[in-house]
């Protein structure tokens, strides 16, 4: 087992990830940065470095600052967590250049699927299900409204590189369509340094489903069951579930089959979450693929009874699939909500102290929190602050949990979007396992005010 793992990166899942080597007896480093001096993740790790300046460029982004804390503090491993330079191939690359154990895939997957025309591209010529769409190679009204056409609205228009939903938007009619390509464009090339981007057939009322997958480095790849994530907003997930209510036992096979058959295509190792779009129909299609572990990890843990950090670390390692155990059959149902500090309408940031931040000790959930009571939520940093993870013997039991859990909170000090958290879990169309990616645009945002 690795002697010390650095972390680099900060709240919940610097927590998270701390928890786990704590239990497998491996010492930790942290890294934060000016506006995290108090943190919970730098207190718990054995180890912490100060890296620099509030803004993440300065501090979470900059590969030295981290590759020259690793190197200081001795450690073998560095986990990337997820955001920041999760998904940087280049950070991979470094890492593995210094000698230290990048707990990842190889960096020329995580370069190939962080592109998502190649993405698209290698997973149709591995038979995976792709949404039909086009790559722009110019930007020439004509040629762009030809392309379109021949696609057939409503149209997507995303970033080829990059993700969180940035720069991604919907076309309905074609007199829209060179303003958004504009509008994505721009974005494209502020936030990731390119301005390539796709377009792509809109699919109608989707549920948006990911499976996930494990490799080593034998070549072996399983999958670890699904999680449905079609709550979103902005189209950013905040609330997930597993397994999905939706999948029929042939729907459910074939998607797991699609996933396992994209990580073999790309000799994929570590976890990776493999992301579909799935039509009323039950049809799959690639959207893309995740190299890193996912925020919403923890309902698979809580049902296949696994501590993914825990696998993430083995596989990095060198073990065989073949020596893990495996994982048990869904016989209970996780429901995952994430606690943005934002307004639960406008969903702007809410920065500020937190002055109450009470939770109850129940049975069967379990919190992942990167803050507590008088911790300051900076407007540096993503707005999510914590995740609270509901496991119950049925659905309708761990929704019911979830909403006593979040009605007996006390948050004060800043708005949170646990109105509308409440708001969903309570909402018939929920409940009966029948919300679709436009959840909140249909059905919540009028009644969140």
């Not at 991604?168 to 340094?193: A, D, L, N, P, W």
């Not at 013997?393 to 109105?419: F, H, Q, W």
Request: hydrophobic share 40%; aromatic share 6%; charged share 30%.
């Amino acid at each position: 087992m690795f002697s010390k793992v650095l972390i680099a990166n900060r709240g919940e899942i610097a927590v998270r990830v701390i928890k786990t080597c704590q239990r497998l007896g491996i010492k930790t480093a942290a890294v934060y940065s000016e506006a995290d001096k108090e943190s919970i993740h730098a207190e718990l790790a054995d180890e912490a470095y100060f890296i620099g300046g509030a803004r993440v460029n300065e501090s979470y982004l900059n590969m030295d600052k981290i590759i020259e804390a690793a190197k200081e503090a001795g450690a073998d491993a560095i986990h990337p967590g997820y955001g920041f330079l999760s998904e940087n191939s280049r950070f991979a690359e470094r890492v593995k250049e210094e000698g230290i154990t990048f707990i990842g895939p190889e960096a020329d997957v995580i370069q190939s699927m962080g592109n998502k025309v190649e993405a698209r591209e290698t997973m149709g010529n591995a038979d995976v299900p792709v949404i039909p769409g086009i790559t722009l190679t110019e930007l020439e009204e004509s040629s762009v409204l030809l392309a379109a056409r021949n696609i057939g609205y409503p149209i997507m228009v995303k970033a080829a590189v990059g993700g969180g939903g940035i720069g991604m938007q919907k076309v309905e009619h074609e007199k829209e369509m060179m303003k958004v390509i504009s509008s994505v464009v721009k974005k494209s090339e502020t936030f990731f340094g390119s301005g390539e981007i796709f377009l792509e057939k809109f699919i109608e009322n989707p549920r948006h489903i990911e499976a996930q997958i494990a490799g080593d480095k034998d070549g072996n790849i399983i999958c670890l069951g699904e999680r449905d994530c079609s709550i979103q907003r902005r189209h950013q997930k905040i609330v997930e579930e597993a397994p999905s209510v939706f999948l029929s036992p042939e729907g459910r096979e074939k998607l797991h089959e699609a996933a396992v058959r994209a990580g073999k295509t790309i000799g994929y190792t570590n976890l990776g979450t493999v992301e579909f779009l799935v039509d009323e129909h039950e049809e799959i299609y690639f959207l893309e693929m995740n190299t890193r572990l996912q925020v919403e990890h923890p309902v698979t843990e809580e049902t296949t009874g696994h501590d993914l950090v825990e696998w993430q670390l083995l596989l990095a390692e060198g073990k065989s699939l073949n020596t893990m155990p495996d994982p048990k059959e869904h016989t209970e149902h996780a429901i995952e909500v994430r606690i943005y500090a934002e307004d639960p309408v406008k969903f702007f940031p809410s920065p500020g102290k937190l002055e109450e931040w009470d939770f109850p000790e129940m049975e069967n959930i379990r919190y992942d929190f990167g803050v507590r009571k008088g911790t300051t939520v900076t407007p540096y940093y993503d707005p999510m602050i914590g995740k609270v993870i509901s496991t119950g013997a049925t659905r309708d039991e761990a929704i019911e949990r979830l909403a006593e859990c979040l009605e007996s909170s006390n948050v004060k000090g800043i708005k949170t979007n646990i109105p509308m958290l409440l708001n969903t879990l309570k909402n018939g169309i929920f409940k009966e396992g029948k919300a679709t990616t436009d959840f909140v645009a249909k059905h919540l945002v009028q009644t969140a005010n």
